[in-house]
C-alpha cells in the first residue's frame, strides 16, 4: 500500500486529490495538511511514501517544504501539485529537491503516472509542462544558442549561473567576492551579449547551455534519474 500525505491550503483541493488518489487499489492518503510547517511535522510523523505538495502555500512554499524534507525525511518522496506551469517555476523546483511536479486539475491518468514513476525511483514531469522541455531541446538541436556563452567573460558566465539560479545581486556579490554594484554592472553586460530580457529567459538559456545542475531530462515527460 502506498501512503501519501497531501500538503494543500485549499481544503476543496485535497478533497478531490484524495478522491483521485484513493481509485488506486493500493494507495491511501493517510494524512492532510493545510499549510508547510503543519506538513513538515506530519511528515515527521508519518513518514508516507509519497508528499502531494502545493507549489504557492501561504507561509513557507512548497520549494521550501521539498528544501526540510531532504533534511528532516530525506526517504518521503516529492510530488509537486501546481496551478503554475512557467518554466522557471518548474526548475526551481527541481533544484530545491522534488521528484515529480504536475499541474491541478490534471486527468487521474497523469497523477497515477506520476505517483508509479516517483515511486519508481524517476523523476516525473507531467506532459502540460513538458513543452518547457521540448523547446529547450529545440534549442540545443538548432543550436542557436551555442555561441552565445562565446561572448561572455569567465567573470559573467559566474553572475549568469548564480542569476539564472535565483540568487540577488547581494548574495551574487558575497559568492563572488565582488560587489552588489559590480553584480549589477556583469548581469546588465551579460543580458545585452544574450539579448535576454527576464528572469525566465536567464533560466532557460542557462539551462540549455548545461549551467544550471538540475536532474531533468525535459524532453520526456518521464525521467530516469
Keep these: 500500500m502506498i501512503s501519501i500525505v497531501l500538503i494543500d491550503d485549499h481544503p476543496i483541493i485535497r ?5 483521485q488518489l484513493e481509485t488506486m487499489d493500493d494507495v491511501r492518503v493517510v494524512g492532510e495538511a493545510s499549510n508547510g510547517e503543519e506538513g513538515i511535522e506530519l511528515l515527521e510523523s508519518l513518514r508516507p511514501e509519497i508528499a502531494v505538495i502545493d507549489m504557492s502555500m501561504g507561509g513557507i512554499t512548497g520549494c521550501e517544504v521539498v528544501h526540510q524534507m531532504i533534511q528532516r525525511c530525506p526517504e518521503v518522496r ?14 526551481q523546483a527541481f533544484r530545491n529537491g522534488a521528484h515529480g511536479y504536475v499541474l491541478k486539475g490534471s486527468d487521474l491518468n497523469i ?9 519508481a525511483g524517476r523523476h516525473y514531469i507531467g506532459p502540460d509542462v513538458s513543452e518547457v522541455g521540448i523547446n529547450i531541446i529545440m534549442e540545443r538541436a538548432t543550436g542557436s544558442l ?3 556563452m562565446d561572448s561572455l567573460s ?14 540577488n545581486s547581494q548574495q551574487i556579490g558575497t559568492k563572488l567576492f565582488i560587489s552588489p554594484r559590480t553584480v549589477e554592472v556583469h548581469r546588465r553586460n551579460l543580458m545585452r551579449k544574450l539579448r535576454l530580457k527576464t528572469q525566465t529567459e536567464l533560466a532557460r538559456f542557462a539551462f540549455s547551455q548545461g549551467v544550471l545542475s538540475v536532474s531533468v531530462l525535459p524532453a520526456n515527460k518521464v525521467m530516469t534519474e
Design 78 to 91: 516529492r510530488l509537486i501539485f501546481s496551478m503554475d506551469a512557467d518554466e522557471t517555476t518548474v526548475l
Design 146 to 148: 551555442n555561441g552565445a
Design 15 to 19: 478533497r478531490g486529490l484524495k478522491q
Design 111 to 119: 497523477i497515477v503516472e506520476a505517483v508509479r514513476s516517483i515511486m
Design 154 to 167: 569567465p567573470r559573467e558566465r559566474d553572475v549568469m549561473r548564480f542569476a539564472a539560479e535565483g540568487h
